[in-house]
């Protein structure tokens, strides 16, 4: 399993639910991934920053979800570059299901 934190520039001055309005514009795309497992996006007005973080089945579906296409649509919709980072995700607390759950290696750094 793969964790990614993708971070943005949003437009200075945009609002919380103005940057609502664009993520909805993406979630039913995401919810209809075969691939990703979860997504949570997040907003910080302060730094005018947003983002997600994903929650991957493997490096390779994270690199082919989160390729050059995926960049040009972040610039379209926000005027800005995207930062991505991957980690392999060794161990999950599950508050929901009440489990710990160590994993398997994914050679995230390959």
């Given at each position: ?58 490096m390779q579906a994270a690199e082919k979800w989160h390729g050059e296409e995926y960049m040009q649509r972040i610039r379209d ?34």
């Amino acid at each position: 399993m793969i964790t990614e934190i993708v971070t943005f520039d949003l437009p200075k001055g945009i609002s919380r639910a103005d940057t609502m309005d664009k993520y909805r514009q993406t979630a039913p795309a995401w919810a209809q991934n075969p691939d990703l497992i979860r997504k949570h996006y997040f907003f910080d007005e302060a730094q005018s920053l947003g983002g997600g973080v994903y929650i991957w089945k493997t490096m390779q579906a994270a690199e082919k979800w989160h390729g050059e296409e995926y960049m040009q649509r972040i610039r379209d919709l926000y005027g800005s570059e995207v930062t991505m980072k991957r980690f392999d995700t060794l161990l999950v607390v599950d508050n929901v299901s009440g489990e710990v759950v160590e994993l398997e290696p994914t050679h995230a750094a390959e």
